[in-house]
């Protein structure tokens, strides 16, 4: 069974840019409805997401020529309200041939800076 480790950290402001620059359409393009909901807006929690689906990117290992979607990515609430990673379309068919089951995520945010760790067995 394979073990994989992704992190990524990610700086508010960046997220911020976007939003400013590109407004609904970057929200549109990287961040599910749900995902949008749940941030209320907040560039912090919004790049607590991106780190997250970085750090999955990083576990799964697309090739060059199989980009995945931003959206093919949703950070998700479980019952207990611990976040975690719902993948879909092609992440979830990469994950299938990787031969990975299970994905965990632990993601924080302080001040300006969040960050995300994915570990996919």
């Not at 394979?2 to 911020?16: C, E, H, M, N, S």
């Not at 409805?33 to 576990?59: H, I, N, S, W, Y």
């Not at 975690?84 to 300006?112: K, V």
Request: charged content about 20%; aromatic content about 4%.
């Amino acid at each position: 069974m394979p073990l994989r480790v992704g992190i990524d950290l990610v700086k508010a402001a960046t997220v911020q840019d976007a939003l400013a620059e590109h407004g609904a359409r970057y929200l549109d393009r990287v961040y599910t409805p749900a995902e949008q909901e749940q941030c209320g807006g907040d560039p912090l929690r919004l790049a607590a997401r991106f780190a997250a689906k970085e750090a999955t990117m990083k576990v799964l290992q697309p090739r060059a020529d199989d980009a995945l979607p931003w959206l093919a990515i949703e950070v998700v609430r479980n019952p207990d309200a611990a976040p975690a990673i719902a993948l879909h379309g092609a992440a979830a068919a990469l994950a299938r041939q990787a031969g990975l089951t299970e994905l965990a995520l632990s993601f924080t945010h302080e001040d300006e800076y969040a960050a995300a760790v994915v570990v996919g067995t």
